[in-house]
């Protein structure tokens, strides 16, 4: 009953947010270029990427649309590999001094000293690497055998840096879900701070893969494993909110899922269509930084984000959950959005049945 | 203001933390602004130009920077309660030859400008 209240409250929390809509975070895809050719990316980006990187004035004159910033407002550059980018430490420098903070995603393949103190000084302050297994099965994942070795170094130097908020994410599979254990000790002996655990969706190269993709008992296992870890207290580690996980919310993160996209969660994709999360189908574009004002139209469209009834159908439709869950992330709905394309809660129920 | 209070109190009923500083699925952590900029000019004592190719860095930090044509330099550092920012001449006589120098800042709030007057040898 008392979790009963805290969900109710959660709730018109939630509707309070989506009314005010305050933009606090804002990607931008700065390149689609990559140095690596993972197995699961969901972009499908390649070394040969032919897509021209966003020029920054570009994406500059977007960010000058936003005339007042929230107080905890950031750009967080993502890609492709956007340490590929030679001005990197460029835009980095130019995004403080049009007024906003910004952070990095990367693979760590090209994150050595020497990058890292350049982007100290461009003023990166937050940042998050990936690290998907020990060094076997991260560089089969990774398609390539230096990556581990490059993105090791990477988590030493990041974690050295007291400036930093940083963040390893792991994008768990059939290879590596054995090795969590190991992984974790790993971090903790690196000093890492905190620990982000993904599932893989079956979009771009991964779907061709079963596997990268957890089988039903496995994701119970997963989620098992975090909440146990979670108790110990020795990472912050917890489940991405990529999802609703019903019985085990608030035994594997901190907060109950909230899908914040297009509610906070803003994004000026490589072509300049404005979006929430970059790994949202590109059929959810609100518009493009080439025609429109970034946030004129974030104050007035982004309506398919921010009132979610239309997911109620197919899976959803009579899921005793729906009103909390409101159709779990909405990077779970692709092509012609009949029904969702992964229901964590329902792999939950199955992995509970057997 | 009014409507900050409002989402403290809907969200503090829920009795969960993180509410305000979240993380998007496949974004960073947030970064809580603990840094300061500091930036300025190396000039010569004698002949009142800039001086390129001085490393300047702070105490006890890898973080270091040369100075360029200018002899102009700028970077984020961390917070803290004091820096000893060193200036020195480390590429022989390349530009010159400069007696290093330290300088030491206290109650610095956001952003700190620097004239560095080095004295050659």
Redesign the interface.
Known sequence: MFLGL??K??Q??KK??TK?HEL??L?WECTLRCNLSCLHCGSDCSKDNSTEDMPLADFLSALDTIKSKSD?F?V?I?GGEPLIRKDIELCG?EI?KHGA?????SNGYLYD?QK??SL????L????LSLDGLEETHNWLRNTNRSFSKVDTAISLAA????L???V?TCVNRRNIHELSSIYNYLIGKGVK?W?L?TIVPIGRAKNIPELLLTDFQFKELLDFISLKRKQNSIDLKF???GYVGPYE?KV????F?C??GI??GSILIDGSISA???IDRAFSQGNIYKDNFYELWESRFQPFRDRSWTKKGKCESCSDYWFCQGN?L?NWHNNKKNVLICHHERIQKALEC | MK?NW??KL??G???????????????????????I?IEGQVKSEKTDKPVKGIKVSVSDK????YTNEEGKF?????TADSYKIIFEDIDSNQNGIFVGKDTLLTNINKTVYLDIVLEEK
């Open positions: 805290r969900k409250s959660f018109r929390f309070f947010e005010i606090n975070y990607f905890n950031t967080v993502t420098r403080r903070r910004w952070s990095l995603v000293q890292h103190i100290l000084n461009a003023g302050g937050a940042l998050t050295s840096s007291s400036r908020n940083f963040d994410v905190a982000r993904f991405s909110c990529e608030l993160r901190d907060s109950f909230f914040r996209a906070n969660i999360c970059p790994n992330g990077h | 409507q409002r989402r809907l969200g009923l829920s009795l969960t933390s993180a509410l305000f500083i979240f993380q998007a699925c496949y974004g960073t952590p947030h970064d809580f602004g603990l840094d900029f890898m973080q270091f920077e700028s970077f984020y550092t961390e």
